[in-house]
T-cell receptor, first 116, second 119 residues
Framework: QQQVKQSPQSLIVQKGGISIINCAYE??????FPWYQQFPGKGPALLIA?????SEKKEGRFTISFNKSAKQFSLHIMDSQPGDSATYFC???????????????FGSGTQLTVLP | NAGVTQTPKFQVLKTGQSMTLQCAQD?????MSWYRQDPGMGLRLIHY???????DQGEVPNGYNVSRSTTEDFPLRLLSAAPSQTSVYFC??????????????????FGQGTRLTVV
């Protein structure tokens, strides 16, 4: 069974601080690693994603670090803002059987609170 | 510009009742899926479809049925509701960028969810 382990379950950070969320996986069939952001009452939305052939991807204040040998990846939110308060999910994607369709497996989520 | 539309947003069922959660997308995505979200457990895949007429089971399929008669619609049926099915349900649609087996990106677009309570 595909599985992605995410930590911490909750995180409280002061405004301007760095938020770090970690994920680990076992199955080497995973080959695409997106992060989703979810606000209360809304569906998850894609935030940033990385392929395993790069070790880091940065988009604005959000950075994914990827360690293929350790099978770990993490999300860093620099200069965290109260508007970043949300639940963050890491995910891993793999190809279903011999077709081109892909499937996502999600981590358990991290509830981030950024204090003003 | 609707994206993924789920109905209803809220529903209360009695144990043993059946109902259908509707999901429609207007992006012509080939891939659609249903997830349930429970506290501390993330999103777990119930069923998915890789195209009209093709469905398959995910991680937690028991008690749910799906069908995909058109590209746009992917309803989820609860056959006989149980309290354990109290959850928030999300429908998602996605596509793969890139050709065939070299497709990398899975951009999943989620609906706003259906909060279901079974009493």
């Amino acid at each position: 069974q595909q599985q992605v382990k995410q930590s911490p379950q909750s995180l409280i950070v002061q405004k301007g601080g760095i938020s770090i969320i970690n994920c680990a996986y076992e199955n080497t069939a995973f080959d695409y690693f997106p992060w989703y952001q979810q606000f209360p009452g809304k569906g998850p939305a894609l935030l940033i994603a990385i392929r395993p052939d790069v070790s880091e991807k940065k988009e604005g204040r959000f950075t994914i670090s990827f360690n293929k040998s350790a099978k770990q990846f993490s999300l860093h939110i620099m200069d965290s803002q109260p508007g970043d308060s949300a639940t963050y999910f890491c995910a891993a994607s793999y190809r279903i059987s011999s077709g081109s369709a892909r499937q996502l497996t999600f981590g358990s989520g991290t509830q981030l609170t950024v204090l003003p | 510009n609707a994206g993924v539309t789920q109905t209803p947003k809220f529903q209360v069922l009695k144990t043993g009742q059946s109902m259908t959660l509707q999901c429609a997308q207007d992006m012509n995505h080939e891939y659609m899926s249903w997830y349930r979200q429970d506290p501390g457990m993330g999103l777990r895949l119930i069923h998915y479809s890789v195209g009209a007429g093709i469905t398959d089971q995910g991680e937690v399929p028991n008690g749910y049925n799906v069908s995909r008669s058109t590209t746009e619609d992917f309803p989820l049926r609860l056959l006989s509701a149980a309290p354990s099915q109290t959850s928030v349900y999300f429908c998602a649609s996605s596509y793969s960028k890139g050709p065939g087996l070299r497709a990398w990106n899975t951009e999943a677009f989620f609906g706003q969810g259906t909060r279901l309570t079974v009493v």
